[in-house]
Every structure is written in structure tokens, then in C-alpha cells.
């Protein structure tokens, strides 16, 4: 069987050939350039494979709410931010992605920095790049500094055809 190929993926193959110390910044700095708004939020990528996305987030002066912890959009940025990524490597480039709703629950404070961990099922995985169109709810967790989870989230995605 063939390994999945699409623009995502090569473009994160390009970052193998730098050590390891090096690449999850330039991998953050690259994307962030093509994402302004996770670029402009700090946004770090992680981990960003077919199965699974990690992102997390600084608690910076510059993310803060009034309470000096993570704002609530900039949570929510972290759990689209994993899930879309989740959803972009292992969609054929002849797709585009969309988000098609996001239900964020936000049930306490949080404390320092944040992390969003999203994955997807071989299933999942197989529709997304089978499919012609259609739509999935990318499973994503949210934990701050102290491992709990100061939010819940749902993130549905939906992929439609590219027009030419």
C-alpha cells in the first residue's frame, strides 16, 4: 500500500532533514507565516502527523484575558488549529477544508500554558481521503499546565471539492 501524499504532508516531510532541536520551530515559524492568526498567537506545533496534531500555546501577555490567563479565543485557536491540521494531512489536494461548526465549553479557569491534542481514527482517516465530500468530528482534547482540562470542545469539520 501506498503512503497518503498531499501538499501538508510533503511540506512536513521538507522539516525531517533538520535535527530534531530545530524542527519543531521551524515547522511553528513556517506555519504560522501561512496561519497569520496562530503565527500571531504563538501558536507551536508539536507533533503534526496523519493520526495525530499537538499545538500548545504560551501563556504570553499577549494571549492573556483580563485574569492573566489563556484568553477563551485563543483555547478555541488551539483546538481548531489541531483538528484542522488533523483534517488538512490526509486530505487529497484536489480538497478544501472547512470548518462547519465548533462548540467550545469552557467549565473553569485555566492555569499557565495550554496544549491541544487531536486525533483521528484509521476510519477517519480513510473517509477523508476517500470520500469526494463530507464531513467529521475530529475528537480533540485541551489541558492546561496542571493536565486538566479547563474546556471541552466539538469540531466539525466538513471537505468539499476544490473549485478550478
Not at 39 to 47: E, K, L, P, R
Not at 69 to 82: D, K, W
Not at 86 to 106: E, F, Q, W
Not at 132 to 142: F, R
Request: aromatic share 8%.
Amino acid at each position: 500500500m501506498t503512503p497518503f501524499e498531499n501538499r501538508m504532508t510533503r511540506q512536513i516531510a521538507k522539516f525531517d532533514r533538520f535535527p530534531g532541536f530545530m524542527r519543531q520551530r521551524l515547522m511553528s515559524w513556517a506555519f504560522g507565516k501561512v496561519i497569520k492568526f496562530a503565527g500571531t498567537a504563538g501558536v507551536s506545533f508539536d507533533v503534526v502527523t496523519s493520526e495525530e496534531v499537538v499545538v500548545s500555546i504560551a501563556n504570553a501577555s499577549k494571549v492573556q484575558n483580563h485574569i492573566k490567563g489563556v484568553h477563551a479565543a485563543a483555547m478555541a485557536l488551539l483546538a481548531e488549529t489541531a483538528t484542522g491540521f488533523c483534517v488538512g494531512m490526509n486530505l487529497p489536494d484536489d480538497k478544501l477544508p472547512l470548518i462547519k461548526s465548533l462548540k467550545v465549553n469552557y467549565l473553569k479557569r485555566s492555569q499557565g500554558s495550554m496544549r491541544a491534542v487531536a486525533r483521528l481514527t484509521e476510519a477517519q482517516r480513510q473517509q477523508i481521503r476517500t470520500e469526494p465530500k463530507g464531513e467529521v468530528l475530529v475528537p480533540v482534547t485541551v489541558t492546561d499546565e496542571s493536565g486538566e482540562s479547563p474546556i471541552t470542545c466539538e469540531m466539525l469539520w466538513a471537505w468539499i471539492p476544490k473549485k478550478n
